[in-house]
């Protein structure tokens, strides 16, 4: 299940250094995590989740859109507000907030938390959240069992795990046409598809997952203006095994060259897939098992094992 490994330095680099614009290139991101939040009823449903939402997590918040929509819709809820990028962290929570922030905390207005961390070792006490958003920040893990392990460790038994992603078919037309031209090293982030993430849900031991897929197509006007806009939005190659040097400018006329065939012939504009998944699942009792190696392993506290204490004879 795991794949090429991500850097992660160059993953919260890259997304530290585009915190300032990313909201002026982030429209696509925008709309997917509005219609991902559209989802949110669902743990408001008695049927599903009798009990109040308490504690949040929103994974990869970046510049806490996802985390404000939360806070204002669960004014009691303590939102925790996770980003691997400093800079991201800074950019929704400002220290010219800090006025606005003590006001609300004397009116005793909620707002996000913010938490610089992993996704990976999150730094949140087992069973203590109902629900984990996370708005297109996990195509960037690599190793699904392990961060859906973590998931299930920190959500309570029956809460709520909602979180899109991007799938293998995003940007499949660079990464294509770049590996024409230089195949020493890829250029375009490989991403795990849908049934990669339904089977890792279900070894996790998640309850009644539900996956969708879209594919979305965006059109710009160059090739240069595609990898501008990728750029401001921080998605940029965080391949552990990427070219470490400069790539040339003839590598790069070569690709364009070969981009130019996805044109649709009525156009000029080259065509950029994204294909965007989705899941929602609920977290199984603390003893129920995990798929391991095709077999089912049941997880215990410690603290619940009794020992038998035998004199020494």
């Known amino acids: 299940m795991a794949m090429s490994g991500f850097d992660r330095r160059q993953v919260s680099h890259a997304f530290s250094r585009a915190a300032t614009q990313y909201d002026t290139g982030a429209a696509l991101q925008r709309r997917i995590g509005e219609e991902l939040l559209e989802s949110i009823d669902y743990i408001e449903d008695p049927i599903f989740h009798p009990e109040p939402v308490e504690v949040i997590l929103d994974l990869g918040s970046g510049t806490g859109a996802g985390s404000r929509w939360l806070q204002n819709h669960f004014p009691q809820a303590t939102v925790l507000s996770l980003d691997l990028a400093i800079g991201m962290l800074r950019q929704a929570h400002p220290p010219a907030g800090m006025l606005q922030s003590l006001r609300n905390r004397l009116r005793k207005t ?76 890829p250029h375009v982030s490989p991403f795990a598809n849908i049934q990669q993430w339904g089977d890792a849900l279900v070894a996790a031991g998640f309850r009644n997952p539900v996956l969708d897929r879209d594919l979305i197509i965006e059109k710009h006007p160059s090739f240069q203006a595609l990898l501008r806009s990728l750029k401001t939005i921080g998605a940029t190659n965080a391949m552990s095994e990427r070219r470490r040097s400069l790539t040339g400018k003839s590598r790069f006329a070569r690709a364009a060259q070969v981009y130019a065939q996805w044109t649709d012939g009525v156009s000029d504009e080259l065509p950029a897939s994204w294909e965007v998944i989705r899941a929602l699942a609920w977290a199984p009792p603390i003893d129920a098992p995990i798929r391991h190696a095709g077999m089912d392993e049941v997880r215990v506290p410690v603290s619940s094992l009794k020992v038998r204490r035998r004199d020494p004879e």
């Open 110 to 185: 909620r707002e996000p938390l913010p938490i610089l961390a992993d996704a990976r070792a999150l730094p949140v006490a087992d069973h203590s959240v109902d629900l984990i958003h996370s708005n297109l920040c996990l195509q960037w893990i690599e190793d699904l069992p392990a961060v859906l392990n973590g998931f299930r460790r920190v959500l309570k038994p029956g809460g709520m795990l909602l979180f899109s992603t991007f799938g293998p078919m995003t940007l499949h037309e660079l990464r294509m046409s770049f590996a024409q031209v230089d195949d020493d090293a």
